[in-house]
C-alpha cells in the first residue's frame, strides 16, 4: 500500500467528485457540493489547494479553466483510511470492527451471505 497523505473528512466530499467525474473544474466541484454542503466557494477552492499541497490531486490547465483528476485510486485511499481506522479504534483488530458492525447493524439474509461467501474465499 502506497504512503498516501491524510485526507480530512471535508477533502474526502471533495475527492469523491473527483474521483467520479474525473477531470473535473472547481466550478462542477462547486455545484455538486450545493446541496449537500453549505460550504462557500471559496471554502471549496481552499480544499481543492490543500489537495493540491498534498499531492493527492493534480491538474491541467485549459484555457483558464483547471481540470483536477486524482493522483491516487480511490481504492487505494479507502483501503489505507479502513487500514488507520482499525488501528486507530479497534487496536488494529479487525475482528473487533467486524463483530461490532454485525451485532449493531440490522443485515438482510443477502448481507449475511456475501459476508460468508467472503470468509469462506479467505480460506
Do not use: H
Not at 474525473?22 to 455545484?31: G, L, V
Not at 481504492?75 to 451485532?103: D, P
Request: charged share 35%; glycine share 2%; hydrophobic share 35%.
Amino acid at each position: 500500500m502506497s504512503n498516501i497523505p491524510k485526507i480530512s473528512e471535508a477533502e474526502w466530499e471533495v475527492m469523491k467528485i473527483i474521483w467520479s467525474k474525473n477531470p473535473c473544474s472547481a466550478n462542477e466541484i462547486i455545484k455538486q457540493l450545493e446541496d449537500s454542503t453549505s460550504w462557500k466557494p471559496k471554502t471549496v477552492k481552499s480544499l481543492i489547494s490543500r489537495l493540491l499541497k498534498k499531492n493527492i490531486i493534480g491538474f491541467n490547465e485549459e484555457g483558464r479553466t483547471y481540470y483536477y483528476y486524482p493522483l491516487f485510486d480511490e481504492k487505494e485511499c479507502v483501503r489505507q483510511e479502513s487500514s488507520s481506522f482499525i488501528k486507530r479504534v479497534y487496536n488494529g483488530a479487525a475482528k473487533n470492527m467486524l463483530l461490532n458492525f454485525i451485532e449493531d447493524n440490522k443485515l438482510t439474509e443477502e448481507d449475511l451471505d456475501d459476508l460468508r461467501k467472503i470468509l469462506n474465499d479467505k480460506d
